[in-house]
T-cell receptor
Framework: ETGVTQTPRHLVMGMTNKKSLKCEQHLGHNAMYWYKQSAKKPLELMFVYSLEERVENNSVPSRFSPECPNSSHLFLHLHTLQPEDSALYLC???????????????FGPGTRLTVL | GNSVTQMEGPVTLSEEAFLTINCTYTATGYPSLFWYVQYPGEGLQLLLKATKADDKGSNKGFEATYRKETTSFHLEKGSVQVSDSAVYFCALSNNQGGKLIFGQGTELSVKP
């Protein structure tokens, strides 16, 4: 049990659907992250939130829209996705994400997304 | 810039064999170094970490030593088990707002 939960664990959606991924952390952390894990590629950082404010957006297409309503919850809203967006989406949290932070990140189990 | 390079997999070993997975990094200053493990169908779990040169991280029989002179953080285990079959990721964090830079991962398969 890592203290970071993600729902749903699996999601199949069409290219015109709108869906949301949810992440919740029970560790009292201040920073949360979204990563994309595609086959045969390194993990790609998508977004970083610190104290509910977005501090990093790694050139992610606008069809991915994050939302962080409080320090325990993080959402990834999906709209008009492409088949190449099929991947495992991982959420993580850490105590802090300040400039000098090297805090350990704790990961959720991921959502396996398939776009048809 | 910062980067991490791992040995390519898959690595296939027999049970009780010795394991080494090589990891080298490029970074300015003094990054923290991590090994994460991903079991089939699961997310990443922190396996061990080291925050300064010559530190040794260890957990569950795995060890890695932070070698600044060779910019390496190789993962070792003296006797692997079938349950160690997973993908192992080396990563660094270097004063960039908590951003983790991952290697491409090394798949380990342990046969009985």
């Amino acid at each position: 049990e890592t203290g970071v939960t993600q729902t749903p664990r699996h999601l199949v959606m069409g290219m015109t659907n709108k869906k949301s991924l949810k992440c919740e952390q029970h560790l009292g952390h201040n920073a949360m992250y979204w990563y994309k894990q595609s086959a045969k590629k390194p993990l790609e950082l998508m977004f970083v939130y610190s104290l509910e404010e977005r501090v990093e957006n790694n050139s992610v297409p606008s069809r991915f829209s994050p939302e962080c309503p409080n320090s325990s919850h993080l959402f990834l809203h999906l709209h008009t996705l492409q088949p190449e967006d099929s991947a495992l989406y991982l959420c993580a949290s850490s105590q802090d994400s300040g400039v000098s932070s090297t805090d350990t990140q704790y990961f959720g189990p991921g959502t396996r997304l398939t776009v048809l | 810039g910062n980067s991490v390079t791992q040995m390519e997999g898959p690595v296939t070993l027999s049970e009780e064999a010795f394991l080494t997975i090589n990891c080298t990094y490029t970074a300015t200053g003094y990054p923290s170094l991590f090994w994460y493990v991903q079991y089939p169908g699961e997310g990443l779990q922190l396996l061990l970490k080291a925050t300064k040169a010559d530190d040794k991280g260890s957990n569950k029989g795995f060890e890695a030593t932070y070698r600044k002179e060779t910019t390496s953080f190789h993962l070792e285990k003296g006797s692997v088990q079938v349950s160690d079959s997973a993908v192992y990721f080396c990563a660094l964090s270097n004063n960039q707002g908590g951003k983790l830079i991952f290697g491409q991962g090394t798949e380990l398969s342990v046969k009985p």
